[in-house]
């Protein structure tokens, strides 16, 4: 049984002008950014529209999932231009340069009244994307992308807004499309406290809800950078711990020629070899500072290796509840308190 209700829309020159697809690289993201309509309000809309260029290929929400333009079809759905770099229309997917509209497939999620996206609506985006993926051989970590990826659009806004969401679906599609346990898929909303557990409010407390999105994020960064083969549950226990020694480990041999042993096992050559992080600072060492401190409690603004000033401040909360020196810099010391 398909995901999906084929509901074709009349062949018109401005939603489905019949134009084949060259190919099927990538499946886009998109949300209506229209609040309380359907997915049968939209194939309404689209069926008799008439004054622009704009449709998809999918529109799915808590009830309904159609497809409305033959998936061997073009859609008018992401090449629209936001920003030029140097005269030239922005386009942040290679693959799909230099008209997505001619390589992509789209889904749109509808959104609720108040502006979130409905988990049921999400659960069947994620079908969908699972029988795609099968179907034209794609990989959910890779080729599922935002429309805001290719175009820079606001879009779909909640997963701009918090990308832990979008990379959780992701990642929920990859385990479904292996027969895995899919584990929790995201309510997609402006807040990722409504689909896991509130962040610690002890930084000694760790996030321990199966599902936490960024967890989910950061065990499939380590496994994609290091080969760390996690287990993508959203757990910061002894495994995901250790993949983030070796990240940094591997770290510092390739940036400073440490020469260390990547063992996963922090230990006094390690912390030898460890360098000063301060604000400022970009890259997967970084990276790796913020993900410990997220799994230790501690909010960083983001775990997206740059050194900002959330970074700052949740380093210095760490160094005033471990009893070091408060000065916002992630040394030996540091580093020590934090495996």
Same mark, same amino acid.
């Given at each position: ?15 489905r002008s019949g134009k084949k697809l060259t190919a099927v690289r ?9 609040? #309380? ?14 004054d622009r260029y704009a449709s998809a290929h999918f529109f799915v929400?808590?009830? !309904? ?40 497939? #789209? ?6 009244? @108040? ?23 794609? !990989? ?38 292996? #027969?895995?346990?899919? +584990? ?8 990722? @406290?409504?689909?896991?557990?509130? $962040? ?48 940094? $480990? ?10 260390? +042993?990547? @063992? ?34 501690? !909010?960083?603004?983001?775990? @997206? ?28 010391? +540091? ?5």
């Amino acid at each position: 049984m398909s995901a999906w209700e084929n509901k074709f829309i009349n062949v018109n020159k401005y939603a489905r002008s019949g134009k084949k697809l060259t190919a099927v690289r990538k499946i886009l993201m998109h949300y209506t950014a229209n609040p #309380g309509a359907s997915a049968m309000n939209h194939y309404k809309y689209f069926n008799n529209l008439k004054d622009r260029y704009a449709s998809a290929h999918f529109f799915v929400d808590r009830v !309904d999932s159609l497809c409305i333009v033959p998936l061997n079809e073009v859609a008018y759905h992401a090449n629209d231009v936001q920003k030029r770099v140097n005269g030239v229309a922005y386009r942040g997917v290679a693959a799909l340069k230099p008209n997505a509209n001619l390589l992509s497939l #789209g889904i749109e999620m509808c959104i609720e009244k @108040d502006g979130t996206i409905h988990p049921d609506t999400v659960k069947r985006s994620a079908a969908i994307a699972v029988e795609l993926c099968k179907k034209y051989g794609l !990989d959910p970590l890779t080729d599922i992308v935002r429309h805001y990826d290719v175009t820079a659009k606001n879009c779909p806004a909640p997963w701009v807004a918090d990308k832990s969401q979008f990379e959780a679906f992701k990642v929920f599609v990859k385990n479904e499309l292996a #027969g895995n346990d899919p +584990t929790i898929i995201p309510a997609p909303s402006n807040k990722v @406290d409504s689909v896991i557990v509130k $962040q610690p409010t002890k930084p000694s407390e760790q996030p321990k809800t199966k599902g936490n999105a960024v967890m989910m994020s950061i065990q499939t960064t380590l496994n994609n950078r290091y080969g760390t083969k996690l287990v993508i549950d959203g757990l910061y226990g002894p495994a995901t711990k250790k993949a983030l020694v070796t990240g940094l $480990q591997t770290e510092l041999n390739k940036q400073y020629r440490a020469n260390l +042993t990547v @063992d996963g096992l922090y230990g006094p050559a390690t912390a030898s070899k460890v360098v000063n992080v301060h604000e400022g600072a970009r890259g997967n060492i970084t990276y790796i500072v913020q993900a410990v401190l997220y799994a230790l409690g501690y !909010d960083t603004k983001g775990v @997206d290796g740059i050194f900002g000033s959330g970074t700052t401040a949740a380093v210095k909360k760490f160094q005033d509840d471990k009893g070091l020196s408060v000065d916002g810099v992630v040394g030996v010391n +540091t580093f020590n308190k934090l495996f």
